[in-house]
């Protein structure tokens, strides 16, 4: 039997030569990654691998053989995770793939807001050397950071921020008081009650509904005028305009964005003026590593997945797995 695999946006070569290498297996890749290129390619198509193009029920059942769709990265909200689940189709993270890239971004960030090295460096070029007589920049260690979300970033982040000498509280319904401990934070009840303790909030959860807006303009509120918000995850967690006013009103001391709702911004986008903001464009994860780890994870679950053999911890619907096993026993 050959296996065909559609990949929707080209992956890192090493990726591509794992899938290549499987004589069972033919890769064909679309012209673009519009759903009309895409679309003539489902009927036989056996697995998907998805990097920021959608995937909606439309083309789930426009794909009768799909056996998985295979996502380049942590977040599912370009999937339709119901049609899927209600299709049988596992839907595949990488895993740990891109975990030390977004930690290491999300550090970065976090100093380069202490350290106000965007304001330093264009007061350099305009010639305010003495820019830094104002005092603004701030030592990290000894500082409090509330990392909203436990997962595999979230979890790995306060190892690091730990070893650096900051104080963690963590939060995450997943998980027990005395598993966050484990991790290194001091676990909070809510995050109401977290939040004036900390110097900096960063989230590493998944954008669902209940996480949507989860930072708005009444969290904001509760939060010290000498903190910053990082956002790494996905756009929406983080109440733009309720942080952009939080800004712009000095209620807040800075931000790190790596995510937006819109990506690319449109050139009139209000953020792209604020100048108590950093913004990089959703790279937190694309290192030279990071895009390689990626996409070799992203053709081993689909490997894992023709052999019979996925790793359940990389489904982010693992429900139908359970669904194929009582199927196979009957």
Not at 85 to 106: C, D, F, L, Q, R
Not at 163 to 182: H, K, V, W
Not at 218 to 241: D, H, W
Request: glycine share 8%; proline share 6%; with cysteine.
């Amino acid at each position: 039997m050959t296996y065909k695999v559609v990949v929707v946006q080209p992956i890192h070569e090493e990726g591509l030569r794992l899938l290549r290498a499987r004589p069972d297996v033919r890769v064909v890749i679309p012209p673009s990654i519009d759903r009309e290129a895409v679309m003539p390619h489902l009927a036989d198509t056996d697995a998907l691998a998805i990097r920021v193009s959608r995937v909606d029920a439309g083309m789930i059942a426009a794909a009768p053989r799909l056996k998985v769709i295979s996502r380049h990265g942590v977040g599912v909200d370009n999937i339709d995770i119901d049609a899927a689940t209600k299709a049988g189709v596992p839907v595949t993270t990488v895993g740990e793939a891109n975990a030390p890239s977004v930690v290491e971004h999300t550090v970065a960030m976090m100093y380069a807001l202490a350290k106000r090295l965007p304001d330093y460096d264009d007061a350099v070029r305009s010639g305010d050397y003495w820019r830094k007589m104002k005092l603004d920049a701030i030592d990290v260690a000894g500082r409090t950071v509330l990392i909203v979300g436990l997962g595999r970033i979230g979890s790995r982040l306060a190892v690091v921020l730990n070893a650096l000498g900051l104080r963690c509280l963590g939060i995450d319904p997943a998980f027990t008081a005395s598993q966050i401990r484990a991790m290194g934070c001091e676990p909070v009840a809510t995050l109401h009650e977290a939040l004036p303790r900390a110097d900096f909030v960063t989230v590493h959860c998944p954008l669902q509904a209940d996480t949507r807006d989860l930072i708005g303009a009444t969290e904001l509120a509760l939060m010290k005028p000498s903190a910053y918000v990082i956002n790494c995850a996905r756009g929406g967690i983080v109440n733009e305009a309720a942080l952009l006013a939080a800004l712009n009103g000095g209620r807040l001391m800075g931000a790190g964005l790596d995510v937006q709702v819109e990506e690319p911004p449109k050139p009139d986008d209000p953020l792209l003026t604020c100048k108590r903001l950093i913004l990089t464009p959703h790279s937190a994860a694309t290192t030279a590593e990071g895009v390689v780890r990626m996409a070799v994870a992203v053709a081993q679950n689909i490997l894992d997945c023709f052999d019979g053999k996925l790793v359940r911890s990389n489904v982010f619907n693992p429900s139908v797995l359970d669904q194929r096993q009582r199927a196979a026993g009957e």
